[in-house]
């Protein structure tokens, strides 16, 4: 039996003005999501354990079935894992977003979703002018980068250096950075980076080039999403499932490179709207044909809506993915002609009005050829209240999906 999960990333929202008091989930057409949904079963899983902040690295960690109570470090350290970055014990990860701060405001968290291009040649002046010391710096995907600081250079440990006080740069939007930097023991050599960021990336001819396009220019790094290193068990070992994972962005491929997966290299995806949706549906469907039992796809563009707080957007996202990923990947498991399951399911609730992650337990659907069916005939929050069944501890979903369909 073959088994894939489509995550598509902080789908579930809360009802929006703009949309006549409906959820994206509820005002979008998604077929395909419906049917699994109405053929299946559904429920609750509370994916962000309460006293964690609700962010991609624990939801999606809860996803792969990895208990962020055991396993969580940090979100960097995931990202780390993704480009292949060994922390030692003295050492750090950061993520560090290029971002765009007005007159000490935060205005956008990524830049105008700044090309990885540009991205990437901002972030190698920064590394040879601000590199050193105790920071190196490694450019990823669009505004999405990682600084590894050692904590000798910040005169402290490194779990002192860890527990420092930073604050995701997209959940102050509209603010002033003043409240927000970085505090406690050793921050001071994170604000003085951050700081001495601003007349380099001013200077720089990217920056230039895009303020006079009318782009968002990137005005400061920003440090957050700390902290050490971190291990998983091999997926095959505790599933007993050899699998593989799609993902535009590091901080998922970091945990299924640490969770023993393999990482499939999609041409064309990119975090964003114009990802190679078609891409990711038939590369799974190869890795099924290829041997693999189990494949995670992974969506950023129905998240990153939320963050701008286009609800609009949000609503095409959604059925960009019902269409070319979950559609193509029901025609295609349903031609092969052997039983699957499959299981759509966001790592957290993103909220388009906050423009930021919410911790409630996020509505999940699953179809397995032998699996049994409830009453719930849609894939919406509203719908999915339905349903009596609940994981309050999210990271129990993988086994029970892996169950699924295993007896007639």
Not at 181 to 197: A, F, I, T
Not at 203 to 221: C, D, F, K, S, Y
Not at 285 to 308: I, Y
Not at 319 to 329: C, F, H, K, N
């Amino acid at each position: 039996m073959k088994y894939v999960v489509v995550l598509p990333d902080g789908v579930s929202d809360v009802p929006l003005k703009e949309l006549g008091g409906k959820t994206p989930l509820e005002a979008a057409k998604h077929p395909n999501m419906d049917w699994i949904a109405r053929e299946g079963i559904t429920g609750w899983a509370r994916t962000i354990p309460p006293g964690f902040a609700p962010g991609s690295d624990v939801g999606c960690m809860s996803v792969f079935g990895y208990d962020p109570r055991r396993y969580h470090t940090g979100r960097a350290p995931l990202e780390a894992a993704a480009q292949g970055i060994v922390l030692t014990d003295s050492q750090v990860a950061f993520r560090c977003n290029t971002l765009t701060v007005e007159h000490g405001v935060m205005i956008d968290h990524s830049a105008d979703h700044i090309k990885t291009e540009d991205s990437a040649q901002l972030m190698k002046t920064v590394s040879e002018r601000l590199g050193g010391n105790g920071v190196q710096f490694h450019a990823g995907v669009s505004y999405r980068h990682l600084a590894i600081v050692s904590s000798d250079e910040c005169r402290v440990t490194s779990e002192e250096l860890a527990k420092i006080e930073c604050t995701p740069p997209h959940d102050i939007l509209g603010k002033p950075i003043d409240g927000y930097l970085p505090k406690g023991p050793g921050s001071d050599v994170l604000r003085r980076v951050m700081q001495e960021s601003v007349a380099i990336l001013e200077a720089h001819p990217v920056n230039r080039r895009r303020a006079a396009g009318g782009q968002h220019a990137a005005t400061m790094l920003w440090f957050w999403g700390q902290g050490t290193a971190t291990a998983l068990p091999a997926f095959q070992q505790v599933y007993g499932k050899r699998g593989a994972c799609i993902s535009a962005v590091d901080i998922v491929r970091g945990i299924g490179r640490l969770a023993g997966l393999e990482i499939l290299q999609v041409p064309g995806i990119t975090g964003y709207f114009d990802t190679n949706y078609t891409g990711k549906a038939a590369y799974a469907l190869k890795a099924l044909d290829d041997g693999f039992d189990f494949v995670l796809v992974h969506v950023e563009s129905t998240d990153e809506a939320g963050h701008m707080g286009d609800a609009k957007k949000k609503v095409q996202a959604i059925e960009d993915v019902d269409r070319l990923v979950a559609g193509a990947l029901l025609e295609g498991l349903t031609r092969r002609g052997e039983p699957f399951g499959i299981m759509v399911v966001p790592d957290h609730p993103t909220d388009t009005t906050r423009r930021t992650h919410i911790p409630e337990p996020v509505p999940f659907a699953v179809y397995a050829t032998n699996g049994a069916k409830d009453a719930v005939a849609a894939y919406t929050e509203s719908a999915v209240k339905g349903s009596s069944l609940r994981f309050e501890e999210g990271h129990q979903l993988m086994s029970r999906f892996l169950g699924w369909g295993q007896t007639p």
